[in-house]
């Protein structure tokens, strides 16, 4: 009982139980038809969710204000030229991926040199940040329609006993993510500047230089995001990362992390991102129209977030 | 009024010379000097925007002064930062208890300096069996070590802020209004290792406007007014109503009040 009592009290629990309701829910609907491959398919879109998750979150926790919308244009940017530099060919993958991460940490010190040197509040630099990365991809990426190399593309769909390869692979950064959070200075040092910006700058914690490798850290795990996204769906395209702007915040949300900063959790964030897609799923199964869809994700979207949010009350 | 018991004349552990800090015109400390001999309480005593926490934070690394030169034993040093004020082993125990607050004791003493394994992570069972160390030490009755420090009493907080200041060998420790948050159990506590650390050849600043706690506390105070140094006293030399009068009509005893 106790157990239990406990476990209701760490905020990322209820993405998980959030995504196991809904996903029985589907599957009590058909009937158990197909349960199996939805989780297939969530655990493969998740993937991509959670990659640009991790960055967004410790973004989000370094306190109020901060949060990273360059996200979908990196997406498109790195994975624009991936794919031009590849050229569809296997010789060409290690250089690719080097372009790809090579372009994340441009974004990532870009970013920066608009908040700490001009002074730019986090969430405008980054948003006219995109703009620029985003008409970057446009220039550069006339040749959109290239096909991946057939390493990266069998690579980022393959599947063992119905996982997704890629889905393991995640899941250890993730888990290599939580070690970082919890237990190096710098994701200690991430925390206490959350919690109390002003403290952790008098304790002596470098506060500019974390900051700076938080959103380096974000803009790369959005290049290899675009790299591994563009492979996984037979190409780049512009708008391929539209859709991870809201998602990267949301899921960071639901999944326990505070938005106060101060307060973060990797594995709430794998929870939520396939809570997100078995959400829709449920939605499409129950043959809702597209607008019934929005309006009812939204409010199970509130209603996890309030749920979990019942935080044992401070002090 | 330089009568103090140092006639040995050794080097001082720090001296501040001539400091001036202005904020948008405002002369928040203007041209003071003061110094701190090892083993030695030195009070700042002042109204509330004297300049007292302003002069101090030079020492501390929170601010940078305009111009004025500060000198831990005899040598010039270069603090642009708490960082660089902690390699002097200057540790500072602040009025606002700078404490991260979803954190245990054990990291917020730490905070900055955790202690790693030898593969680089953060070592928490280490961490928390020194901070029993020494809170066994400053606060035999503190207990909560796995609670966050939002869950803590004040003095409990002021316990962990201390703890972090004495556990890193600080030579010279500023504390500013380190009692103002406390009963009167805790406070006797404060003054009690204040003794210890006294004892210990720590030289502290002790920020305060409560004069009694200095004529008890210390052995010099210096007083100022207005941004401005009144004058330095030896708090045997001196009434509360002397003190009192410095910091009220910014005159030294024995000049005449206007």
Known sequence: MTFVKTLSQKAWIWSFVGMFAVWLATAVYTGGKGSA????????????????????????????????????????????????IMDGSNAMLAI???????CGVAVGIFNYILIRVLRIPPIIA????????????IAYGRGLKIKPPPLLADFTTAQIMGIPVLAIVIILLAAVMGVVLNRTMYGRSVLAIGQNMRAAWLAGINVERIRFFTYLLSAVLAALCGFLLSGFSGGASLNMGQEYLLASI?????????????KA??????????FMFLLVTMLNTFGASAGIRLIMTGLIIVAVITIAGGDEPQR | MTSTKRTNGGTPLVEMRDMCIAFGGVHAVDHVS???????????????????????????????????????????????????ARSYNIETIYQTLALADNLDAASNLFLGRELVTPLGFVDEDAMEAESRKIMARLNPNFQKFAEPVSALSGGQRQSVAIARAVYFDARILIMDEPTAALGPHETQMVSELI????????????????????????????????????????????????????????????????
Request: with cysteine; charged share 15%.
């Open chain 1, 37 to 84: 491959d939805v989780l297939t398919a969530a655990l493969s879109f998740a993937t991509f969710t959670v990659i640009v998750g991790i960055g967004q979150m410790f973004v989000i926790t370094t306190g109020p204000g901060n949060v990273d919308l360059s996200i979908p244009s990196t997406i498109s940017l790195s994975g624009a030229v991936a794919m031009k």
């Open chain 1, 96 to 102: 690719g991926f080097a372009a790809s991460m090579g």
């Open chain 1, 126 to 137: 980054t948003l006219s940040s995109s703009f620029l990365i985003l008409s970057s991809a």
């Open chain 1, 250 to 262: 949301a899921v960071v949300v639901i999944g326990g992390t505070s938005v106060a900063g101060g």
């Open chain 1, 265 to 274: 959790n990797v594995a709430g964030i794998w929870g939520a991102a396939m």
């Open chain 2, 34 to 84: 003061v110094d701190l001999y090892p083993g030695e309480v030195v009070g700042l005593l002042g109204h509330n925007g004297a300049g007292k926490s302003t002069l101090i934070k030079m020492l501390s690394g929170a601010y940078q002064a305009d111009s004025g030169e500060i000198l831990i034993n005899g040598e010039k040093a270069d603090i642009q930062n708490p960082r660089d």
């Open chain 2, 195 to 258: 003794q210890q650390l006294k004892a210990e050849g720590i030289g502290i600043f002790l920020i305060s406007h409560d004069i009694h706690d200095v004529l008890e506390l210390c052995d010099r105070a210096s007083v100022m007014k207005n941004g401005k140094l009144v004058g330095t006293v030896d708090v045997d030399d001196v009434t509360d109503d002397d003190l009192l009068s410095m910091i009220i009509l910014g005159k030294k005893p024995g000049e005449a009040a206007a």
